[in-house]
């Protein structure tokens, strides 16, 4: 190659890192910024014991355009994150079979249809009392009626509390909130000029015809193609395919849900439904976790860049007196519906303290009511940011309202100095009363993470003496059959993962026996015991003696050297066999001549 050939790749090739520069790594830079903002805001909320949610919000607006300018292209930023909601509700959805599913029952369907229709209907109605138009109240009205999927189904399951009442029914009902919102989308629409009346029939009967469709799909797919594929010896053998499977689909899910023009979370969550009756739904829930924090923790960030501090602090009265109508609106209504459901008023008083904040599709139904530059839409720019503004307010008081929700009949009570009756349940104690019937309730349990030669005999051992409540955690399929011969509940996952652990009862636990023969897993599993459950015992197969002083140190109770073991047994037989007898007399009955030798 010439050197003018050379100076020609050589511009060629500088043009392209230009042009990369104004795009990917532009818009990684901003990514960067967000989560650094969103590590330091969220760890100072922690520290002051505060969700680490607000502390991502607040990281999005101090770095968004609105204030210090660091980070600019929020739109891009948000519909990326966005998957992360969608990851969230997979994960979730892998936590729910379809009988679970069943369990939330009648109240949840009926509550969050009324609850819909009441808080579109009362946005509206005081909208037009205030002056505004026809369209652009009824574009109010579907904006605060849909609530925060990703910020109550986060906080629930970060409490623990998804198995509650109150967090069942309020699942149930965001579930019906991200159903709605392709009607309400196809209304805002044609109200914005781009629709009629039968257009929106037309498009709501296509949606439900392709959302049959998905879920037919999916069903088969992950019946009937999934368990075939899981089981072929490469992905067995090679960690990452599974992994990058998990991975497919997730996002796979969600991206077809919105190529079909339905809810990706709905989508997402739906399919992780489908995908719960399979052995591998723990590991693939633990395998998406990673992607699922990054991307979550993004979409809150995301979320507090449409916020202008100056904008709000010049029109702080107005802001204010939204966000109380909208979270006292809210509260009663979804309290309302969820008792006149049948829901005692002690729970519905929980969900309606749930639900009481503007979710995030607001966000994207206020873009579409607002139009363009070119094309303007319903609303005005004072309503557009009056509604985001509110909106994030109303995500910033969702975690305390949250913390509320299980003790607020008990608070009311002691602010209206009345005494429980004898036969009427304490509120705080309900939820755990509801979550054993649905949740394993076995304590001292003992794990055995590997299920090979070794770990089915220590199993048979255990069972010898009665011990039975055993968890077997292996990914091999056949080691999982075999713990099923013998009797034992078993888990398809890796070990080594946070999820995996949790999912199997890991806090439940008394003893953690592992049989795996890698020094490095078994240094992973003893930190993440140790880490999570500090007082369980823990026994380690060490393999090599070389790494037994190692695996003592990382924290392992009793460390079983199989080259020690090994010894010691050779040794025993030998000592049990009739050949030493013979081989005593026969070094007696010779001199030793080693000494002479030396």
Known sequence: MTAFEFGIHS???????????????????????????????????????????????????????????????????????????????????????????????????????????????GGLVVSLLLGFSVSESLAIGAMIALSSTACVVRMLNDRAE??????????????????????????????????????????????????????????????????????????????????????????GSAWAAHRLGLSPALGAFVAGVLLAISPFATQIRADVQPLKTVLVTLFFSAVGMFGDVNWVVGHLGIVL??????VAGKLLITFGATWFCGQPWQFALGTGLCLAQVGEFSFVLATVARGTAGAPGILSEFTFRLIISSTIATLLLTPYLIQLAPGAANLLRRLGGKRPAENEPLTTDAPAADLNSHRETDDDLVLILGFGPAGQRVAGELLQVGLKKIVVIDLNHENLQMAEQ????????????????????????????????????????IFLVRQLAPATALYVRCRYHLHHWQLLAAGADVVVDEEEHVGECLAKHILESPLLQQLRASQKSKPDTSAEHE
């Open 486 to 525: 013998y009797g034992l509940r078993s888990q398809l996952g890796d070990a080594t993962q946070i999820e995996v652990l949790e999912h199997a009862g890991l806090y439940r636990s008394r003893l953690v026996i592992t049989t795996l023969p890698s020094p490095t897993v078994c240094r992973q599993i």
């Open 321 to 326: 007196a939204v966000v109380a109508a909208i």
């Open 162 to 251: 998804l198995d509650a009442p109150h967090g069942r029914t309020a699942l149930g009902i965001l579930l019906v909130q991200d159903m709605a919102v392709i009607p309400l989308m196809l209304i805002i629409t044609a109200l914005v000029g781009k629709g009629s009346a039968g257009e929106i029939a037309i498009q709501l009967s296509v949606s439900l015809l392709l959302a049959i469709v998905f879920v037919a799909v999916f069903y088969g797919l992950f019946n009937f193609v999934l368990p075939r594929l899981l089981e072929l010896s490469s992905l067995r053998r090679n960690r990452d395919f599974p992994i990058l499977l998990a991975m497919v689909m997730a996002a």
């Open 11 to 121: 511009v060629h090739f500088y043009n392209l890192l230009a042009a990369t520069e104004g795009t990917m790594w532009h818009s990684l830079a901003d990514i960067l910024i967000l989560l650094a903002a969103a590590i330091v805001l969220g760890t100072l909320a922690e520290q002051f014991r505060q969700s680490a949610i607000l502390g991502y919000i607040a990281a999005g607006t101090l770095v968004g355009p609105n204030l210090l300018g660091w980070v600019s292209d929020r739109q891009s930023i948000f519909d990326l994150s966005e998957l992360g909601v969608a990851l969230l509700l997979f994960a979730i959805g892998l936590e729910f079979s379809l009988p679970r599913l069943k369990r939330l029952g009648r109240i949840p369907l009926l509550a969050g249809v009324i609850q819909i229709i009441f808080t579109l209907l």
